[in-house]
């Protein structure tokens, strides 16, 4: 709302230094302050109303040093993070934006599925929570609307060579005057660590004859709906300790950051000979908002927690991250830049199968770890879970920085 009202003050009015706003980098400062301001200082009025309200989290018994202790602990925690986002985009973002727009309704879309799982595991007084095949169906939908909307908004093109734009430099290399008749929709990615690194999903129906790529939403969609359902349920897995989720996540969306920022700049998109993404760049400030809240949130959720997020946060979470990486084209980067999501999904699945396996076959289960997610088998091997948690945090920082290594190693 701020950056229309900046606007009319400056192209109207012509106020000056009202300028400020039309630049992405000084709303994203703005909007990662704010976030963070609201979610520290609100962040503890929220604590203390789920307290009265006793939003109590229920412990299982895992055997797990320090888990008795985290009993009637407050969740549904994420409030605080989709609160402190929302409110900084709606304050600086351009709202018009249908990438802002596809990741409000992300935000509203998935934190309402985890707002009612958490409401029937603690007014219900049902564990198991909202049931399976429900939160899937949650995830499968938004999965259709964001791939709809990729494949068929005419907002939605990309060009993935800049090498011949007509771009006119105006004071800085936020603003640019962009014109070329080659922005195309297209359902192309980027393939990390190849030279000629673009990959357009229509290929893979080429072998249908003639006039293939208008069918290609036919596999695109459904790509959009494994990616979302796979990273929001790894996110949910990975909210298991203290800290945990909410600190690598907030690695993994701070580099995501600068690909979009990148990508959504035509200077900076084609001294990289990288994919031009046209007004991508804005969410940047979505995303500098959410980095906000997250650190904020940090601050009552590190060890020991007076909040946890619950699955209002972690499915929310994983939903931004995964619509994040799609719009920017860099989903076939989640396997390395959300590697702790993906190791707890793994070491899930691997622990399930094989103990089913050797059931099966031998009359009595067996388990790979001492127990799954990966995290609890630190746990039962006797690490403190801050230290867990720190080691996590390094190894999500390292595999951001080969994420954005990426960007020329190729």
């Not at 950056?3 to 709303?27: A, M, P």
């Not at 888990?67 to 402190?84: H, R, S, Y």
Request: net charge positive; aromatic share 14%; glycine share 8%.
């Amino acid at each position: 709302m701020l950056y229309y009202f900046f606007e009319y003050l400056n192209k109207t009015l012509h106020v000056s230094g009202t300028g400020v706003f039309q630049y992405i980098t000084f709303r994203s400062a703005l909007a990662f302050i704010l976030s963070l301001l609201l979610s520290t200082i609100y962040g503890k009025r929220i604590i203390l109303f789920l307290q009265n309200q006793q939003v109590g989290e229920t412990v299982r018994e895992l055997g797990l040093a320090g888990q008795n202790e985290k009993a009637g602990t407050p969740t549904m925690g994420g409030l605080i993070i989709i609160f402190a986002t929302l409110v900084p985009v709606v304050l600086f973002a351009k709202l018009h934006n249908i990438y802002i727009v596809l990741l409000i309704v992300t935000t509203l879309w998935m934190g309402t599925i985890g707002f009612i799982d958490d409401y029937i595991k603690i007014f219900k007084k049902d564990k198991e929570g909202l049931k399976g095949v429900f939160k899937v169906f949650g995830q499968v939908g938004l999965g259709l609307i964001v791939g709809y909307v990729l494949y068929f908004s005419p907002d939605v093109v990309v060009r993935t060579d800049t090498s011949t734009s007509d771009v006119f430099k105006v004071n800085t290399t936020e603003s640019v005057i962009y014109q070329s008749p080659e922005e195309v929709k297209s359902t192309v990615t980027t393939i990390p660590f190849f030279k000629n690194n673009e990959f357009d999903y229509a290929e893979l129906l080429a072998w249908t004859g003639e006039g293939y790529e208008k069918w290609a939403w036919l596999v695109f969609i459904p790509v959009v709906i494994f990616i979302i359902t796979a990273v929001s349920n790894g996110a949910n897995l990975t909210d298991g300790i203290d800290g945990l989720a909410a600190g690598t996540s907030a690695i993994s969306v701070l580099a995501l950051g600068i690909f979009t920022f990148l990508s959504g700049n035509i200077i900076f998109s084609n001294y990289l000979n990288i994919m031009y993404i046209p007004n991508s760049g804005e969410m940047t400030v979505f995303i500098s908002a959410f980095v906000g809240a997250l650190v904020g949130f940090l601050w009552y959720n590190s060890y020991p927690a007076s909040v946890f997020m619950g699955d209002t946060g972690s499915l929310t979470i994983g939903g931004i991250i995964a619509v994040l990486a799609i719009a920017v084209r860099k989903e076939m980067l989640i396997p390395l830049l959300c590697g702790i999501f993906l190791v707890e999904n793994l070491s899930v699945i691997l622990q399930v199968s094989y103990f089913k396996y050797t059931k099966k076959r031998f009359g009595e289960g067996r388990r790979i770890f001492l127990m799954s997610p990966l995290h609890h088998h630190y746990q039962k091997r006797g690490y403190h879970e801050s230290k867990i948690v720190t080691r996590f945090w390094i190894v999500a920082i390292l595999l951001a920085i080969l994420s954005i290594v990426t960007l020329k190693l190729r």
